[in-house]
Antibody, heavy 122, light 111 residues
Framework: EVQLVESGGGLVQPGRSLRLSCAAS????????MHWVRQAPGKGLEWVSG????????GYADSVKGRFTISRDNAKNSLYLQMNSLRAEDTALYYC???????????????WGQGTLVTVSS | QSALTQPASVSGSPGQSITISCTGT?????????VSWYQQHPGKAPKLMIY???NRPSGVSNRFSGSKSGNTASLTISGLQAEDEADYYC???????????FGTGTKVTVL
């Protein structure tokens, strides 16, 4: 059974940093691209960042480019999101999501974690 | 990159069919057959319902179908059931600097 478990969320002041983690199990982690998708309270979904199976291709939404860094450790079956210079508008539930395609990146998210809440407030 | 446009709400009675639209541009929906749809129940993670415009992942009911015409994609739910009441989001690959964008979301109510 595929499982994605996010952690690392919490309350943080504007301008500070936070690192999210996603522990994956139930599939061959290093065969798939992985993504972070967020959802502000009561709002819609927003793709944040994605990383290919071998970290060779990385992408970010314009809204986080230059502030967030995605990475993965295939030996630990883990995905990460380093979030710097956090703003109030980054407040959201952050989901870790598995890409559907093997080796390539399809931007179809076939498994999701339950999310970790990040609140940016003074 | 702006979000794709969806109606805020759609409703129907049990057994009826409803269609949710998702309107973009030639840089996203109209330019690629890379449209997907997600269902999200309150307090739950989204679930992939349709990919590549009209394909259903294993385990998704065949009451759900997708299509596309020009810059507008559509999700049709046939034989509407109470369990279909949820929020639905479309998504598309884009040629912009942000490679994928979601729709604004549609709340489906079963009357």
């Amino acid at each position: 059974e595929v499982q994605l478990v996010e952690s690392g969320g919490g309350l943080v002041q504007p301008g500070r940093s936070l690192r999210l983690s996603c522990a994956a199990s139930g599939f061959t982690f290093d065969d798939y691209a992985m993504h972070w998708v967020r959802q502000a309270p009561g709002k819609g979904l927003e793709w944040v960042s994605g990383i290919s199976w071998n970290s060779g291709s990385i992408g970010y939404a314009d809204s986080v480019k230059g502030r967030f860094t995605i990475s993965r450790d295939n030996a630990k079956n883990s995905l990460y999101l380093q979030m710097n210079s956090l703003r109030a508008e980054d407040t959201a539930l952050y989901y870790c999501a598995k890409d559907m395609a093997t080796v390539t990146t399809s931007y179809y998210f076939d498994y999701w974690g339950q999310g970790t809440l990040v609140t940016v407030s003074s | 990159q702006s979000a794709l446009t969806q109606p805020a709400s759609v409703s129907g009675s049990p057994g009826q069919s409803i269609t949710i639209s998702c309107t973009g541009t030639s840089s996203d929906v109209g330019g690629y057959n890379y449209v997907s749809w997600y269902q999200q129940h309150p307090g739950k993670a989204p679930k992939l319902m349709i990919y590549e415009v009209s394909n259903r992942p294993s385990g998704v009911s065949n009451r759900f179908s997708g299509s596309k015409s020009g810059n507008t994609a559509s999700l049709t739910i046939s034989g509407l059931q109470a369990e279909d009441e949820a929020d639905y989001y479309c998504s598309s690959y884009t040629s912009s600097s942000t490679p994928t964008v979601f729709g604004t979301g549609t709340k489906v109510t079963v009357l």
